[in-house]
Antibody, heavy 121, light 104 residues
Framework: EVQLVESGGGLVQPGGSLRLSCAAS????????MHWVRRGPGKGLVFVAR????????EYGDSVKGRVSVSRDNAKNTLFLQMNSVTAEDTAVYYC??????????????WGQGTLVTVSS | IQMTQSPSSLSASVGDRVTITCRAS??????VNWYQQKPGKAPNLLMY???TLQSGVPSRFSGSGSGTDFTLTISSLQPEDFATYYC????????FGQGTKVEI
């Protein structure tokens, strides 16, 4: 059974930093691109970042470019999102998701339960 | 690529036929996917590459379109279908529509 379990969310002050993690199991993590998507309160889904299977290629959404960094540890089947210089606009539930049938697919068929990040002083 | 959904919300009754549209800012072939999200839950993939039903999704859901215009249709709305629906393009860097909330 595929499982994606996010952690690391919480309350962070404006300008602060946070590192989210996503532990993956039940599939061959090392062959999948992985993605982060967020949903802010009262807002829609927004693509945040993605990373290829060996971690050599990354891509970011316009709203976070320059402030976040996606990485992965294939030995531990874990995906990360480092968030820096956060603002209230970054308040959201952050989901990690995998692409259907592996590879570079961005058809998101498995999702974690999400981790809530709240930016507030 | 900008994805524009309409309407942003709609009211419907059980048994109604519901259609949600999504327009891309440029031609994206058939690279559109549809998701359903209920409050407090992760999104759920319904349809991919415009018209392919994801395994386990009821056949009352259907999708169509190509190029820039796409639709998601629910042929007979059921109580469990009241949710928010999103289109998403997978032609290039992923992007989502703003969502359509289907309410009673």
């Amino acid at each position: 059974e595929v499982q994606l379990v996010e952690s690391g969310g919480g309350l962070v002050q404006p300008g602060g930093s946070l590192r989210l993690s996503c532990a993956a199991s039940g599939f061959t993590f090392t062959t999948y691109w992985m993605h982060w998507v967020r949903r802010g309160p009262g807002k829609g889904l927004v693509f945040v970042a993605r990373i290829n299977s060996d971690g050599s290629k990354t891509e970011y959404g316009d709203s976070v470019k320059g402030r976040v960094s996606v990485s992965r540890d294939n030995a531990k089947n874990t995906l990360f999102l480092q968030m820096n210089s956060v603002t209230a606009e970054d308040t959201a539930v952050y989901y990690c998701t995998s692409g259907k049938d592996g590879g570079s697919s961005s058809i998101f068929d498995y999702w974690g339960q999400g981790t809530l990040v709240t930016v507030s002083s | 690529i900008q994805m524009t959904q309409s309407p942003s919300s709609l009211s419907a009754s059980v048994g109604d036929r519901v259609t949600i549209t999504c327009r891309a800012s440029q031609s994206i072939g058939i690279y559109v996917n549809w998701y359903q999200q209920k409050p407090g839950k992760a999104p759920n993939l319904l349809m991919y590459t415009a018209s392919t039903l994801q395994s386990g999704v009821p056949s009352r859901f259907s999708g169509s379109g190509s190029g820039t215009d796409f639709t998601l249709t629910i042929s007979s709305l059921q109580p469990e279908d009241f949710a928010t629906y999103y289109c998403q393009q997978s032609y290039s860097t992923p992007s989502f529509g703003q969502g359509t909330k289907v309410e009673i």
